[in-house]
């Protein structure tokens, strides 16, 4: 087991109906990464007027993938073209597949059903900055590895 992470042991890659390519390293990624939030809790906790409480699973996996990219990477284009021919037609929207593993450590994330939340903004200014791509996806699956 190592103690040592790097974002170098990152892959990850969108696929979809209008394109399939890399978004890990080796893309252009900006410091901040890569970042998966799922928008709902697992659980509600139901408590009873004599203090006893009940929890209920939620079957919800929805969440939010956001991939930073530098303002020079070439990645940017190539989503910009993939969200135009997505949201051309309803019947290709939402329909990509993110995912996100870290070889070193063993973790793996897919999110599927993912669609773009909108076009990123953009800033230009004195420093290029960074590029952000929000996709909503419909459901995400983690597992994380013991390295």
């Known amino acids: 087991m190592s103690s040592t992470y790097s974002f170098l042991n990152v892959q990850a890659a969108i696929n979809g109906p209008n394109g399939a390519f ?3 390293a080796g893309s252009g990624s900006a410091e901040e990464g890569i970042t998966i939030v799922m928008d709902e809790d697992k659980t ?3 408590l009873g007027a004599d203090g006893e409480g009940m929890h209920s699973l939620h079957a919800s996996k929805v969440g939010t ?5 530098l303002k020079t990477s070439p990645v940017n284009a190539l ?4 969200y135009n021919g997505d949201s051309s037609d309803a019947a290709l929207w939402g329909q990509n597949v993110i995912t996100v593993s870290d070889t070193a450590r ?3 994330i897919s999110a599927r059903q993912a669609g773009f939340l909108k076009h990123p ?13 929000a996709f909503k996806a419909i459901k995400i699956d983690q597992l994380l590895g013991a390295g």
């Open 121 to 133: 903004d953009l800033t230009y200014a004195k420093d290029g900055g960074t590029v952000e791509w």
């Open 79 to 82: 989503l910009s073209q993939m």
């Open 22 to 24: 890399p978004l890990g």
């Open 65 to 69: 993938v956001t991939v930073r990219l």
């Open 44 to 46: 509600t906790v139901t």
């Open 106 to 108: 063993g973790d793996f």
